[in-house]
């Protein structure tokens, strides 16, 4: 059994879209005999990151010796957090190959968030993924992005959804018309979008934790508030939506929007990376610079051609580009 070693900033209990893609990969590599391993913060001396305490600061101390037990055929760079820099610095030095990928849109959310020029990160973006066998990244969209900005070395990596959860189920009976929103509640996700809606006869429920969530709720009390749900509860709302807002403008794809399109529930979002790669407007939702106009539209689509236009997105197809694009350590 060939070994994958996976080097990731994120913990495996953490909820987001780089861990859902790994963990739905790890099924499929067993089936192809491949057997992946994790190098994570929990192998280290970490700390929360200050006022955003789902990043995970690691001193990736004994790395080389990490890596050099685990023997692995192939090294995946996941993230471009501590312990993904300290493992490109001693893969880079020792020239050992190995890929790489890109899940979030630093250079824009960074900048948004702490006011860090983008072409300040643009330069670290390039210099730690240049020396990669191969950068993946989610969407044409945003290769062609990563290409404009000095990268030659970049390939489009699909993602999928898990069927036996997120499927269409009949809608139960209510007054008012639900629009859902599923997210980490940080304040690079432009929940407020969201949240400053106000269409006539809809409510507005918002499923997700994160460090903005007091915030949400104190200044939108008109917003219902679940908190995080996982597995078929959380496909439950998926089915019960009307229409699926995504008013993130920083993701490179957005997982959250196959789960709701694969429940039959239309997409409303801003014309950006990530939605422009999943939307197909007119057939399973709408994008437009003003979301209200987006819902509106979204809530004319008919559900069982939101779910057909899902189809096209599997797990399966995310593992063989993994599988294609592994370089070889040894």
């Known amino acids: 059994m060939k070994k994958i070693l996976v080097v990731t900033d994120n913990l495996p209990e953490q909820i987001n879209g780089v861990v859902t893609t790994y963990k739905n990969l790890d099924r499929y590599a067993l089936l192809d005999d491949y057997h992946i391993v994790y190098l994570s913060p929990n192998e280290f001396n970490y700390v929360n990151c200050p006022g955003y305490p789902e990043v995970k600061l690691a001193l990736a101390t004994n ?34 190959p190995y890929n790489t990928s890109y899940h979030t849109r630093f250079p824009e959310g960074l900048h948004k968030l702490l006011g860090i020029p983008e072409w300040l990160t643009w330069r670290y973006i390039r210099w730690f993924h240049k020396h990669s066998g191969r950068c993946l990244t989610t969407t044409q969209t945003v290769k062609t992005q990563l290409e404009q900005h000095g990268l030659s ?47 006539p ?9 994160g460090p903005q969530l007091d915030y949400l709720r104190q200044h939108y009390p008109d917003v219902i508030f679940a908190g995080y749900k996982r597995g078929h509860e959380l496909a439950e709302y998926y089915q019960q939506a009307d229409v699926f807002v995504f008013p993130s403008s920083w993701d490179t794809f957005g997982i959250v929007m196959l789960e709701a399109i694969a429940c039959g529930t239309p997409i409303a979002a801003y014309p950006v990376p ?6 197909e407007c007119g057939i399973n ?3 437009d610079i003003d979301l209200a106009t987006a819902v509106v539209r979204a809530l ?8 057909q236009s899902s189809l096209r997105w599997t797990w399966q197809e995310c593992w063989q580009i ?4 592994l370089i070889g350590a040894n």
């Open 63 to 96: 790395l080389a010796q990490k890596i050099e037990a685990i023997h692995p055929d192939y090294i995946h760079i996941a993230t471009e957090g501590p312990v993904g820099l300290s493992a490109r610095i001693y893969l880079t030095s020792n020239h050992i």
């Open 274 to 279: 990530g939605p422009q790669d999943v939307v």
């Open 153 to 199: 070395n970049v390939v489009t990596w699909t993602r999928g959804i898990d069927r036996e959860i997120f499927n269409p189920q009949p809608m139960k009976h209510k007054q008012l018309t639900t629009l859902l929103c599923v997210s980490r509640v940080s304040a690079e996700k432009s929940l407020a979008d969201f949240c400053r809606l106000s269409i």
């Open 322 to 325: 993994f599988k294609q694009n």
């Open 285 to 287: 939702g709408y994008l």
């Open 300 to 307: 004319t689509l008919d559900r069982s051609i939101v779910y």
């Open 201 to 209: 006869g809809t409510r507005k429920i918002l499923v997700g934790d």
